[in-house]
């Protein structure tokens, strides 16, 4: 995929944590998340006002703001962190009144160095925490599938996870874990896919077929019931929802009312 000013291929693989999500006892085929209505479903509420916000407890490692990794990593990859950044902070601001960025972007190293409130985030890992609104990642894993999969890897990985603080700026909070992913797999999609549109990069051949391989390589097993706590989605939900939101964007992504673009 060329962009402008650097190319890459759309494919990864992540392990994306999950804060919340409540399991509970479901029937044993959901309807997709985009489905007009899902029984039980709590309906989108409006953003909480800045007062609202759930109050912050400072971890015992307190986030630096972002910078880029050492001189010792790739400079590329540092590069495509950058620009993946800017081009999905202007996507939201472009969609959605008053957006606000997250508060950081965060590089870390070893387990336990940041905290999303009392919980640890554990390396070979990417997860936004909305006590701090801040989005963390493994540098060194990052930077190893990158290497091993292509470039654009960043953007989808950065795409999702600011899905994640998308969701917590709009109000939205679905019943269960799996909706929650799914959806950030569409908002992920969206980003992409309408950049694309307006030219801040291109696809080359092959993309496709590669990002679709990065997808199934991050579904759940085939086993994993759909409404335990942390469920991500199996492999046709995952596609599925990602290549909604790239071709028909934000309005495949279950927006709600709030959304003002």
């Known amino acids: 995929m060329n962009r402008t000013p650097l190319s890459a291929s759309l494919l990864c693989t992540v392990f994306l944590l999950v804060f919340g999500g409540p399991a509970a ?19 989108p509420t409006a953003a909480p006002t800045p007062s609202a916000a759930p109050a912050y407890s400072a971890p015992a490692y ?24 800017r081009v999905v902070e202007r996507y939201w601001s472009s969609r959605i009144v008053g957006f606000r960025p997250v508060s ?18 554990p390396t070979q890992n990417a997860a936004y925490c909305p006590l701090g609104d801040f989005i963390a990642y493994d540098v060194n894993w990052s930077e190893e599938v990158y290497q091993e999969l292509g470039d654009a890897f960043v953007f ?3 795409g999702h996870e600011y899905g994640h603080a998308v969701q917590q700026r709009l109000g939205i909070n679905y019943q269960f874990t799996i909706q929650q992913e799914l959806q950030a797999d569409c908002f992920a999609g969206a980003y992409i896919g309408d950049s694309i549109k307006l ?14 391989s990065g997808l199934l390589s991050v579904a759940d097993p085939d086993d994993e019931p759909w409404f335990k706590e942390g469920a991500h989605g199996s492999a046709a939900q995952r596609t599925g929802a990602f290549f ?7 309005d495949a992504c279950d927006m709600p009312a709030t959304y003002h673009g």
Do not use: N
């Open 62 to 85: 307190s986030p630096p703001a972002y910078s880029a990794p050492s001189p010792s990593s790739d400079s590329t990859f540092a590069s495509d962190v950058s620009i993946a950044l």
């Open 199 to 212: 030219g801040y990069f291109t696809l080359e051949d092959g993309d496709l077929d590669e990002l679709r």
């Open 25 to 43: 006892a479901a029937p044993a085929d959901p309807p997709p998340f985009w489905a007009p209505r899902i029984p039980s479903l709590p309906v």
């Open 156 to 158: 989808y990985l950065l």
């Open 104 to 121: 950081r972007v965060v590089p870390y190293r070893i387990d336990g160095e940041l905290m999303c409130g009392a919980q640890p985030i």
């Open 244 to 250: 909604d939101g790239y071709e028909q964007s934000l």
